[in-house]
């Protein structure tokens, strides 16, 4: 599941960002090193947990915690106030495009399906990875059986 949803994002990277700045994995170091060598926007795919149990009827109930980053990475370029303000505003819209397109989508993508209703855009300010400042769609996946342990 986890390749399927890597897999949606790095395809729809070329419509938000560079095709070549998508970032996918939990390694800090690496993902330092690949942001480094950025000069505009970026797309950053990040997991969290995966949660599982059962419901009175037996049936597993998943859920699985993402989240999606389109941030540009400001490092030593010193940018005026404006500037920052301006990647932000921009980050923003770009993330808010692509909520719509995953909610636009659910019908043709059958993981985007199990999108829970509730799910939020945060800014982003990471000063590890070349002091990036964008935004972020922090969502959740939730339904039954999503990894096909019952087959």
């Given at each position: 599941m986890l390749t399927t949803i890597r897999d949606y994002f790095k395809?729809?990277?070329p419509a938000f960002?560079?095709?070549?700045?998508?970032?996918?994995?939990?390694?800090?170091k690496?993902?330092?090193e690949r942001i480094g060598t950025f000069g505009d926007y970026y797309m950053f795919l990040?997991?969290?947990a995966f949660g599982s149990g059962r419901d009175g009827t037996n049936r597993i109930a998943d859920t699985f915690e993402l989240a999606v980053?389109?941030?540009?990475?400001?490092?030593?370029?010193q940018p005026s106030p404006a500037e920052v303000e301006g990647y932000q505003l921009e980050s923003f819209a770009r993330i808010a495009a692509l909520?719509?397109?995953?909610?636009?989508e659910q019908r043709e993508t059958p993981w985007l399906k199990y999108l829970d209703?509730?799910?939020?855009?945060?800014?982003?300010?990471?000063?590890?990875?070349?002091?990036?400042?964008g935004s972020t769609l922090s969502f959740r996946l939730k339904g039954f059986d999503l990894l096909g342990v019952k087959g």
């Open positions: 395809a729809k990277c960002v560079a095709p070549e700045h998508f970032v996918f994995g939990a390694d800090e690496t993902l330092k990040d997991y969290g980053t389109i941030a540009m990475p400001i490092g030593a370029n909520r719509k397109a995953m909610l636009t209703d509730d799910h939020q855009i945060l800014p982003f300010v990471a000063p590890d990875l070349c002091l990036s400042v």
